[in-house]
């Protein structure tokens, strides 16, 4: 097994211009993260948590400084192979879910196969869909479509669409964020529960602290910055 890491961040410095001038919402932030390990980003509204976790999965280019992600340095990446990239190895749970309106529940989770190029019919990918749904709660709603599903239905289906292609790291945005306290447990118990299964890196945004600790390292956030770098408090 390679000792490389499976991210690795380098003085990542992310600048926006404004009416003020520019604002550096990163700077030079550098971390590794080891294979298999979880992660959670934790700090205030607007430290930066979000900025750097979209910057580790590609969907957007920094200002300087890079990230390898996979053995891929993505600075070097157009937006296609930064594409290829995240549909080859990155599963992403968003706060806000992201599912496409006209696609029933099953067509959303496949929909990362799709985008691969491979039929969905082809191999075990309907197959995995389905079990996929079915470990989330969902069994018996396929072929629903997102407006009949809700918030909560809606996060488990994104969290079964982000495990669809076996990711190698799981980037999750808030991912309890808009779910009520009985659905937020289920969803981290699912969300761990794969994690560890599947030896899929976890990477998570998140304001709740306690979440935060059961991940094997914690980094806090401030004004773009990270102020401290110390273990969880992962369950065994």
Known sequence: MSDLPILKVERLTKTYPTAAGPLTVL???????????????????GSGKTTLLGLCAGLDRASSGSVTLAGEKLDRLDEDGRARVR????????????????LTALENVLVPIELRGASAAAG???RDSR?????????????????????GEQQRVALARAFVNRPK???????TGNLDGDTAQAMVELIFGLNRERGTTLVLVT???ELAQRCGRVIRFRSGAIVSDMPGSPAP
Request: some cysteine; aromatic content about 12%.
């Open 27 to 45: 700077h030079e932030v550098s971390f590794d993260l080891a294979a298999g390990a979880s992660l959670a980003i934790v700090g205030p509204s």
């Open 87 to 102: 549909n080859q190895h990155i599963g992403f749970v968003f706060q806000n879910f992201q599912l496409i309106p006209t």
């Open 124 to 126: 075990d990918y309907e």
């Open 131 to 151: 079990d996929l749904l079915k470990r989330v709660g969902l069994g018996d709603r396929y072929d629903h479509y997102p407006v009949q599903l809700s918030g």
């Open 169 to 175: 790291i799981l980037f999750c945005d808030e991912p």
């Open 207 to 209: 304001h709740d602290l």
